[in-house]
């Protein structure tokens, strides 16, 4: 058995191990669950009552992608012109910083009044919970680049245009990839608390609902989904990091596929 | 070959009356005092002297990523701009970008460079392709396309980077201390192979060394320079035929020529502490 084949093994143990624990400990002192439901009690929910969770979650999946998707378009192209000019720096950078120490779930009202309740307000409360991160990467990526990169391109009379094409996107992709992982996971944050606070739809409503009756178990099932998807998506963003990045880290596996 | 061979008339590089100063009326630093340089087509120079002597602040100027404070930098006879003329550059660091392989690397002047651009994406996998592996077997890099800047020795990134200053035909290219971070061997190695495209291609070369050495084995011509301000203080040629060999370095008149430039410049240090 080779290394990395062992320490994969280690890791599902030990991740395994959390859930058996828990499961124990529950036994143990007796827990009612409506407490803390056990992960056995969770798994038979979530199987039992799959038909009456499969759609709250595919919504959910839905507003949060789409939320995401929006996020990483206006948070690259912000982030870009933060990055590449010093005038957009000095207005953007104090306006976003104070945009985003607001408490989200206090703009998810204001987004009700304009759109009404559901799914817009959900995209857009995941939207604006993912650009921050995005921006401030792709804006210190930028602004990281190498200045004798950018002469290698000047002295061939590159525009900017091109300096910023073949030199500063390249070289901002690891900041861009790691900003992503952190805004696919705020994205499900954003997306459920909009779906808490004002829609009929989704796994935030379904927890919501599922708490106001006591059905525990289903809360937990409920987060049980939005931890599933959550890890997904980092797992999927995480693979394609490392086929576009993995220069960066100098991976072996890169340089020969690439 | 020698060195008299008949060639364009004009300069490539000349620089008129330029100064360049750094720093607010208060605290003015000159880089580099009223200089003027002229460079004929094809041929080599070295620039020399100490650290801080003005000879990076020449090609940057020329190379148009700084600006004169005063008078005109012309390449090609037009002044040094947006549009100037077709530049290839070598610095001290290869500055390969780390997510291109080497064959994307040297292709990336064909990318950017008139008229080379307007073709790229019908010429990249063809004709450019082919272009590039010539480039790279010519100072032994065939086969090596397909490898990463880092899976390369710090030698072989050099060559590539020497291959990426080359490869658009650039009338001027401009050396930036490209040895300097090299082994003794490694170096005598590129110097072979630096000379030999500057016989077959005869680009207009100005090197930056602190390596008197090197400039008395590469260059046609040697500018001395001294610092504080930077200036040239003595320009003179270098007689030997070409093709120069390793050997030659060793022979009487090599070691006085370089003993002399080593002279020229500790005398000029010397002024130089003397300054208040």
């Known amino acids: 058995m080779n290394e990395a084949a062992r320490r994969h093994i280690l890791s599902t143990v030990c991740i395994l191990g959390f859930f058996v624990i828990w499961e124990i400990l529950c036994l143990i002192f007796n827990v009612s669950d409506i407490v803390l439901p056990r992960p056995s009690e969770i798994l038979v929910t979530l199987w039992t009552r799959f038909p009456a969770i499969w759609p709250h979650a595919v919504q959910t999946l839905y507003t949060t992608l789409l939320g995401f998707a929006f996020g990483i378009a206006i948070g690259v192209l912000l982030g870009i012109l933060i990055g590449s000019s010093r005038l957009a720096y000095d207005v953007a950078y104090p306006l976003l910083v104070g945009f985003s120490s607001i408490p989200k779930v206090a703009v998810v009202p204001i987004f009700v009044l304009w759109f009404g309740a559901g799914t817009v307000p959900a995209v857009l409360t995941a939207m604006i919970m993912c650009i921050f991160p995005i921006v401030v990467n792709v804006a210190t990526g930028l602004a990281a680049t190498e200045p004798e990169l950018q002469d290698v391109m000047r002295t061939l009379r590159a525009t900017k245009w091109e300096i910023l094409w073949n030199i500063g996107l390249p070289r901002t992709m690891p900041y861009f990839f790691a900003s992503l992982k952190v805004a696919a996971t705020l994205a499900f944050v954003g997306a459920v608390i909009s779906e808490t606070v004002a829609s009929n739809r989704g796994i935030g409503n379904l927890m919501m609902i599922a708490s106001s009756s006591f059905d525990v178990p289903l809360v937990f099932a409920g987060l049980f989904i939005l931890a599933i998807l959550g890890v997904a998506l980092y797992a999927g963003f995480s693979l394609i990091e490392g086929r576009v990045t993995g220069w960066a880290v100098r991976s072996e596996n890169f340089a020969g596929g690439g | ?276």
């Open chain 2, 1 to 276: 070959m020698a060195e008299s061979l008949s060639l364009p008339a004009g300069n490539v590089i000349e620089l008129e009356k330029v100064r360049v100063t750094f720093g607010g009326p208060k605290n003015q630093v000159t880089a580099l005092a009223e200089t003027s340089l002229r460079v004929a087509h094809g041929e080599f120079v070295a620039l020399v002297g100490p650290s801080g002597c003005g000879k990076s602040t020449i090609l940057k100027l020329v190379a148009g990523t700084l600006a004169a404070t005063e008078g005109h930098v012309f390449v090609a006879g037009r002044e040094v701009d947006a549009e100037s003329a077709r530049i290839g550059m070598a610095f001290q660091n290869p500055t390969l970008l780390p997510w291109l392989n080497v064959r994307d690397n040297v292709m990336m002047p064909l990318k950017i460079v008139p008229p080379f651009k307007k073709e790229f994406s019908r010429k990249r996998r063809g004709e450019y392709r082919d272009r590039v592996e010539a480039s790279l077997a010519r100072v032994g890099l065939g086969g090596f396309g397909d490898k990463f800047p880092w899976q390369l020795s710090g030698g072989m990134q050099q060559r590539a980077s020497l291959c990426r200053a080359l490869i658009h035909d650039p009338t001027l290219l401009l050396l930036d201390e490209p040895f300097g971070a090299l082994d003794q061997f490694t170096r005598e190695e590129l110097w072979e192979i630096m000379q030999q495209l500057w016989i077959d291609k005869r680009p207009t070369v100005l090197l930056v060394t602190h390596d008197l050495k090197e400039a008395a084995y590469l260059a046609s011509r040697i500018c001395v320079m001294q610092a504080r301000p930077g200036r040239i203080v003595d320009d003179g040629v270098v007689p030997f035929a070409r093709p120069r060999t390793i050997d030659l370095s060793f022979a009487p008149e090599f070691v006085s020529l370089t003993q002399r430039l080593r002279e020229r410049i500790v005398a000029a240090r010397a002024v130089q502490e003397a300054a208040p």
